[in-house]
């Protein structure tokens, strides 16, 4: 028996807002624990939360960009459960009525689309950190995160393989990055996933018991703990044996899940509205406000880069998959404005160097206007393409412009057509055989005749121009 996978995603988004969701308190990441906090959000007797509007606003954004249902009027509960890390004893979400239903993400893999369905969009404070002491038995906790805003994002149980689920991930990522909403990092903690998966025998419509993974901070390992979840389940079930619904935990270092506890259905949690918070209600008015204020968000950006600047629906779609790097590639055509060649050096020499070095595109020490002079002095003849890599490599690592690395370095192209045909005739003459080869129909060895004049001029010499010569001075 054959089976597949039954995938759900839940995404919590850190909002880039300045304070707290219910409270003045800051949100900025590394202060010294336990120093941005106050009696609301430490849930002191008292005191009375008060919604960040900016929040809001930020939720409705992902809402519209994700072609959600916005409800006029959303409630938020109380979500009640204790651990070391939630001062109140409960968590203030949204439960019954959430922000926003009924979305949907389309997705590629292997140059299929699909359409995947986003359940629900809500927002929710985030709770505290515990710190574990590597010496004593011992845990710390700080609460400067207890109640940064969050939306959660709860996908439809429509994901099939690992790859759609690390798409669906990215997809959000991105467009959280578009709207300047979040900053999408996961190693930071700032966006975070847990996925709920079963297996069922393919042709099958019923789930099977579900099992929910935490700890995956990085797409490698959100894929990853995935097959092995996979792995594992249908082991499990080859053999007959049960599967427990409960929460597992993916240990990167083992390359395995283990478990954690036991999975918690809603009404463990005892939801019910927050008597201290009133309806939360989103006018037609302030909604259209947020569609206006939205910004080109990636799938529109793709099809822009392919109608304007006559790019693959491929290149267009790695470009428009960053946002740094869509704004990087359009930077660059200011200078050098030939789209097709600066997709070329994005994807493959700029994209090389941030691989190499697992960086993003921030971090590159070349500007876009010197990115594009390499370019413009590739096509003005001044230097080859084999040149312009070797500049580019210096470029990466100094950050200086390409028109001073050439002239220090002595890279000026050669195209002097009576220098370089001089020298064409001595390798001719030197070369007899390889001439009557040529003059017999072995053409290929024109190749070895510029590869010479090459060698001769340390690279310098014109390849074009090269050629040219070469099969002038051979037709005589």
Not at 104 to 129: C, F, M, P, W
């Amino acid at each position: 028996m054959d089976y597949e996978a039954v995938i759900g995603l839940e995404v919590h988004a850190q909002l880039l807002t300045e304070s707290k969701i219910f409270c003045g308190c800051a949100t900025r990441f590394g202060a010294p624990p336990n120093t941005q906090v106050c009696p609301v959000c430490l849930g002191m007797p008292g005191t009375l939360p008060v919604l960040n509007r900016r929040a809001v606003e930020f939720a409705l954004k992902m809402a519209l960009a994700t072609h959600c249902r916005v409800a006029p009027e959303s409630v938020f509960a109380r979500k009640n459960y204790f651990y070391p890390d939630l001062p109140k004893g409960y968590q203030i979400s949204q439960y019954e009525r959430p922000l926003a239903e009924h979305g949907y993400l389309d997705i590629q893999v292997n140059g299929t689309s699909r359409r995947i369905g986003i359940t629900r969009i809500h927002l929710e404070e985030d709770a505290g950190k515990l710190i574990h002491s590597d010496t004593r038995p011992v845990s710390f906790v700080d609460f400067n995160r207890t109640g940064v805003p969050l939306i959660e994002i709860v996908s439809e149980p429509e994901l099939r393989t690992p790859e759609e689920a690390v798409a669906y991930l990215q997809g959000l990522r991105n467009i959280l990055l578009y709207l300047g909403i979040c900053d999408g990092n996961l190693e930071e903690g700032s966006l975070r996933c847990d996925a709920n998966i079963s297996l069922r025998p393919v042709g099958e419509t019923a789930f099977g018991t579900k099992v929910e993974i935490k700890n995956m901070n990085s797409f490698r390992f959100l894929r990853q703990a995935l097959e092995y979840e996979i792995r594992r389940q249908r082991a499990l079930l080859l053999e007959g044996r049960e599967i427990l619904q409960e929460t597992r935990l993916w240990d990167a270092a083992k390359g395995q899940t283990f478990s954690m506890r036991g999975k918690e259905e809603a009404h463990d949690y005892r939801y019910f509205p927050d008597p201290d918070l009133v309806p939360l209600k989103v006018s037609d008015a302030w909604l259209e406000d947020i569609r206006r204020s939205l910004p080109e968000l990636p799938a529109a950006r793709t099809r822009r880069f392919m109608e304007e600047y006559g790019l693959p629906e491929y290149d267009a779609g790695v470009l428009t998959a960053d946002k740094a790097l869509a704004d990087y590639f359009e930077a660059v055509l200011a200078t050098f404005p030939r789209p097709k060649q600066v997709s070329n050096w994005i994807m493959a020499e700029v994209l090389r160097e941030l691989k190499k070095e697992e960086a993003g595109i921030a971090s590159l020490k070349v500007a876009p206007r010197d990115l594009g002079r390499l370019l413009a002095l590739v096509e003005e003849g001044a230097i080859s393409g084999k040149m312009a890599k070797m500049v580019f490599e210096d470029m990466v690592t100094s950050g200086r412009d390409p028109e001073t690395i050439i002239r220090e370095r002595g890279l000026t192209q050669i195209s002097d057509a009576g220098a370089l045909e001089a020298q064409a005739r001595e390798i001719l003459a030197a070369h007899p055989k390889e001439v009557a080869d040529y003059r017999a129909g072995k053409t290929k060895v024109l190749g070895f005749f510029v590869g010479q004049l090459m060698k001769r001029t340390k690279g310098q010499a014109n390849p074009q121009l090269a050629n040219e010569i070469f099969r002038k001075l051979l037709a005589d």
